[in-house]
Protein backbone atom coordinates (compact mmCIF):
# COMPACT_ATOMS: atom_id res chain seq x y z
CA UNK A 1 0.00 0.00 0.00
CA UNK A 2 2.90 2.27 1.12
CA UNK A 3 6.66 2.30 -0.69
CA UNK A 4 9.12 4.80 0.87
CA UNK A 5 12.40 4.91 -1.48
CA UNK A 6 15.14 6.12 -0.05
CA UNK A 7 18.32 7.55 -2.01
CA UNK A 8 21.53 8.91 -1.20
CA UNK A 9 24.12 7.90 0.95
CA UNK A 10 27.56 6.03 0.47
CA UNK A 11 30.90 6.46 1.45
CA UNK A 12 32.79 9.71 2.68
CA UNK A 13 35.68 11.13 4.42
CA UNK A 14 35.64 12.76 7.67
CA UNK A 15 34.40 16.22 7.56
CA UNK A 16 32.78 15.76 4.40
CA UNK A 17 29.15 15.77 3.47
CA UNK A 18 26.07 13.90 1.98
CA UNK A 19 22.59 14.12 1.35
CA UNK A 20 19.56 11.86 2.01
CA UNK A 21 16.28 11.81 0.67
CA UNK A 22 13.20 9.63 0.87
CA UNK A 23 9.98 9.53 -1.24
CA UNK A 24 6.57 8.12 0.03
CA UNK A 25 4.26 7.00 -2.18
CA UNK A 26 1.17 5.08 -2.38
CA UNK A 27 -2.42 5.26 -0.90
CA UNK A 28 -1.58 7.84 1.55
CA UNK A 29 -4.20 10.35 2.94
CA UNK A 30 -1.87 12.57 5.25
CA UNK A 31 1.66 12.50 6.62
CA UNK A 32 1.86 13.16 10.25
CA UNK A 33 5.56 12.18 11.17
CA UNK A 34 8.47 12.19 8.53
CA UNK A 35 11.74 11.33 9.81
CA UNK A 36 15.39 9.19 10.00
CA UNK A 37 16.99 6.59 12.07
CA UNK A 38 20.32 4.79 11.73
CA UNK A 39 21.57 1.15 12.91
CA UNK A 40 24.44 -0.26 13.74
CA UNK A 41 25.20 -3.95 14.18
CA UNK A 42 24.33 -4.73 17.55
CA UNK A 43 22.55 -1.35 18.60
CA UNK A 44 19.09 -0.21 18.31
CA UNK A 45 17.73 1.82 15.90
CA UNK A 46 17.87 5.58 17.15
CA UNK A 47 16.30 8.72 15.83
CA UNK A 48 18.75 11.02 13.81
CA UNK A 49 16.14 13.75 12.69
CA UNK A 50 12.24 14.05 12.39
CA UNK A 51 10.23 16.68 11.09
CA UNK A 52 6.03 16.31 13.28
CA UNK A 53 3.79 18.06 11.13
CA UNK A 54 2.89 21.75 12.39
CA UNK A 55 5.92 21.43 14.60
CA UNK A 56 9.75 21.71 14.75
CA UNK A 57 12.36 19.43 13.63
CA UNK A 58 13.63 17.26 16.65
CA UNK A 59 17.58 15.43 16.52
CA UNK A 60 19.14 13.31 18.59
CA UNK A 61 21.49 15.69 20.27
CA UNK A 62 24.95 14.00 18.40
CA UNK A 63 23.67 15.92 15.26
CA UNK A 64 22.56 18.93 16.16
CA UNK A 65 24.44 21.83 14.38
CA UNK A 66 25.78 19.08 11.62
CA UNK A 67 22.26 17.44 9.98
CA UNK A 68 19.14 19.51 8.47
CA UNK A 69 16.53 17.74 8.14
CA UNK A 70 13.53 19.35 5.68
CA UNK A 71 10.54 18.03 4.24
CA UNK A 72 8.87 18.58 1.31
CA UNK A 73 5.40 17.96 1.74
CA UNK A 74 3.68 18.17 -1.54
CA UNK A 75 6.15 15.92 -3.09
CA UNK A 76 5.82 13.44 0.01
CA UNK A 77 9.43 13.72 0.54
CA UNK A 78 12.28 13.97 3.21
CA UNK A 79 15.67 14.87 3.11
CA UNK A 80 18.56 14.89 5.35
CA UNK A 81 21.31 16.73 4.46
CA UNK A 82 24.09 15.82 6.80
CA UNK A 83 27.69 17.66 7.01
CA UNK A 84 30.76 17.60 8.85
CA UNK A 85 30.75 13.97 9.03
CA UNK A 86 32.13 12.10 11.63
CA UNK A 87 33.66 8.20 11.89
CA UNK A 88 30.57 7.29 14.65
CA UNK A 89 27.64 8.84 11.90
CA UNK A 90 28.48 5.28 10.44
CA UNK A 91 25.61 3.34 9.90
CA UNK A 92 22.62 1.99 8.28
CA UNK A 93 19.96 4.98 7.79
CA UNK A 94 16.04 4.12 7.38
CA UNK A 95 13.42 6.54 6.47
CA UNK A 96 10.27 6.60 8.81
CA UNK A 97 6.61 7.74 8.09
CA UNK A 98 3.91 7.27 10.32
CA UNK A 99 0.82 8.45 8.38
CA UNK A 100 -2.86 7.65 7.81
CA UNK A 101 -4.18 5.78 4.68
CA UNK A 102 -6.96 6.42 2.50
CA UNK A 103 -10.26 4.73 3.42
CA UNK A 104 -8.45 4.34 7.14
CA UNK A 105 -8.07 7.60 8.10
CA UNK A 106 -8.93 6.57 11.87
CA UNK A 107 -5.76 5.18 12.83
CA UNK A 108 -2.11 5.65 12.04
CA UNK A 109 0.38 3.28 10.34
CA UNK A 110 4.26 3.50 10.61
CA UNK A 111 6.20 2.22 7.57
CA UNK A 112 9.99 2.41 7.01
CA UNK A 113 12.32 2.31 4.16
CA UNK A 114 14.80 -0.10 2.97
CA UNK A 115 17.37 1.38 4.59
CA UNK A 116 20.80 2.91 2.98
CA UNK A 117 24.12 2.68 3.98
CA UNK A 118 26.52 5.84 5.26
CA UNK A 119 30.09 5.15 5.83
CA UNK A 120 32.26 7.90 6.99
CA UNK A 121 36.20 6.46 6.94
CA UNK A 122 38.60 8.50 9.20
Known amino acids: QVQLVESGGGLVQAGGSLGLSCAAS????????MGWYRQTPGKQRELVARIISGRSADYADSVKGRFTVSRDNAKNTVYLQMNSLKPEDTALYYC????????????????WGQGTQVTVSS
Open 96 to 111: NAELKLLGATWTSYSY
Open 26 to 33: GSIFSINV
